[in-house]
């Protein structure tokens, strides 16, 4: 027995498969922008967070002057703990740039206290009293606190996160501009049908509904797609990167967490939800032109 | 049948000095004013291009006038908001010359399609629309789509999808025009019972002018873009087929 099951819009095929593909590629640069910005976050967060109360003192001299140094660092108010860096850890400090057993035994190395600020101590207030008193006691010292790298570092992740934004904005506004011109030109090829409908009585609504069901799928399923790839696209470049010990060293927190899960996700509901409103905008003011 | 605003003999459709222009003396209609009585049969007759395509566009909602006013169950159109058409065109079926049936869809579907719109549900109308195609002579072709139809069954489809929700008006636009001589009036049987049986109003241009003569029914005569109501037997004889033009 015949059934009134068949849709009231018929497939497009080659529109529509060059709309998917166009869709699926904004939701893969988009995806990709998303996990690069999360990653280069959580990689800054990482980096601050790890030098943040630690304290640095490059000591000019010979060792006495390093373990009078030490022994003043560790007077101090407000300093936790102080202690020499070893050459055995200066040459690891300096592998990424040198290589392993790169640093021969003649090059002089600096002297360095690795010294950790107690968590309550006002960070400014104490360099200024260390520095004093190390002056006071005749070391010519270097006191390093850190800030201004890793202020740096973070001025450096909010602009490349601002950048990662705007380009996820900019891929959506276009992928909505896209969506919004093929809804268009799909409403203008199928006339037809939607004269039919028309006269078979069907609201406008009920019209922008068949668009926008059939626009909501093809923005979920592309959508998926892209972030799918993405996905392959990300754990591709982390299984190169491992590849390099160096590498690794300077980005510790590339990994595929939750967050990116979460970011993958919602990338075909993104899509889902941005398709279909451009396509219900579209379809009711054009409707709304005709008769 | 649904009478909601209409008294029993006023107009189902009135053009009041109706015109259409697209553009400055390009007058497609002039100055029609005429009016349908409920359960008329009447015929739209004229030259091509006269302006009969155009005046069942006023009639179907598919065209606003740039002059006059248009009526549909003494509703003035000229005033409705665009959600209000769509209630007035569930009263109204439409068959054209060339079908407009939706490709993709089988028969039944097409048959179906007004049903579908109106948010029913299948179970409930499957057996009327298998009675109708039935009517029209195509029980056996529920599940054919359009490209695989003649002409003639076409247009039955394109008359049973008019008909299925039980208009109060129909509107065909050169039905018998894709269609040979026996098959036009065959369609014009199932319009004459369809006006008798349900008392429907109908409305059909053609310029069948043989068809006009046999049919004895109401004839509107349009050319120079106004409407005139003169008698079946008033319109000229069609030439002979092979005769020497």
């Known amino acids: 027995m015949s059934a009134a099951s068949s ?4 497939r497009e095929d080659a529109r529509e498969a060059a709309l998917f593909f166009v869709v699926c590629a904004l939701c893969f640069l988009a995806a990709l922008s998303g996990l690069v910005s999360r990653s280069a976050y959580a990689a800054a967060d990482s980096w601050t967070s790890d030098v943040s109360g630690e304290i640095t003192i490059r000591v000019r001299g010979d060792d006495a002057a390093l373990a009078n140094a030490i022994e003043i660092t560790k007077t101090t108010p407000g300093i936790a703990s102080a202690r020499a860096i070893t050459r055995d850890e200066a040459e690891e400090l300096l592998r990424p740039w040198l290589g392993a ?41 270097i006191v390093d606190d850190h800030l201004v790298w890793s202020g740096d570092v973070r001025r450096s992740i909010d602009l490349a996160g601002l950048v990662a934004l705007i380009s996820v904005g900019l891929l959506g506004a276009t992928g909505i501009a896209v969506i919004a011109f093929a809804t268009h030109a799909t409403l203008l090829a199928r006339r037809d049908i939607v004269e039919i409908l028309h006269l078979s009585g069907a609201q406008d609504g009920y019209i922008a509904g068949l668009f926008e069901r059939r626009f909501l799928m093809l923005g979920v399923q592309a959508g998926a797609l892209g972030a799918l790839l993405a996905f392959g696209a990300a754990a591709f470049v982390l299984y190169l990167l491992r590849q390099s010990v160096a590498q690794i060293w300077l980005l510790p927190q590339l990994s595929l967490s939750l967050a990116d899960g979460l970011i993958l996700g919602m990338a075909p509901l993104v899509a889902g939800a941005a398709s279909m409103t451009a396509a219900r905008v579209t379809v009711m003011r054009s409707l709304s032109d005709m008769v | 049948m649904r009478d909601q605003g209409l008294a029993a003999d006023a107009p ?17 209609l002039a100055d029609v004013s005429l009016s349908l009585t409920p359960g008329s049969l009447t015929f739209l007759t004229g030259p091509s291009g006269a302006g009969k395509s155009t005046l069942l566009k006023l009639a179907y909602l598919g065209l606003r006038p740039t002059a006059g006013r248009v009526s549909l169950f003494g509703v003035d159109t000229s005033r409705l908001r665009r959600k209000d058409l769509a209630p007035l065109r569930r009263r109204i079926g439409v068959v054209f010359q060339e079908f407009r049936l939706l490709e993709h869809l089988t028969a039944y579907e097409n048959v179906a399609l007004p049903l579908r719109v109106l948010g029913g549900q299948e179970k409930n109308y499957r057996d009327d629309v298998v009675e109708l195609l039935t009517w029209v002579g195509l029980g056996d072709r529920l599940d054919a789509r359009p490209a695989t139809l003649s002409g003639g069954e076409k247009q039955r489809v394109a008359i049973a999808r008019a008909v299925v929700v039980k208009p ?40 069948d002018l043989a068809l006009v003569r046999k049919s004895k029914a109401d004839v509107l005569r349009l050319a120079d873009g106004m409407v005139m109501r003169v008698p079946a037997s008033a319109e000229p004889k069609p030439e002979p087929k092979g005769a020497p033009a």
């Open chain 1, 7 to 10: 849709p009231l819009l018929p």
């Open chain 1, 101 to 141: 057993g790169g640093v021969p035994l003649s090059m002089p190395l600096p002297r360095l206290i690795a010294a950790e600020a107690a968590p309550a101590a006002n960070a400014e207030e104490l360099l200024r009293r260390l520095g004093s008193q190390l002056k006071t006691a005749g070391l010519d010292t």
């Open chain 2, 12 to 28: 189902v459709l009135r053009l009041d000095r109706a015109g259409v222009s697209f553009g400055p003396d390009s007058d497609v």
């Open chain 2, 168 to 207: 109060d008006l129909i509107l065909a636009d050169e039905p018998t025009g894709n269609v040979d001589e026996e098959m036009g009036e065959r369609l014009f049987r199932l319009f004459r019972e369809l006006n008798k049986r349900l008392s429907t109003t109908i409305l059909i241009a053609t310029h």
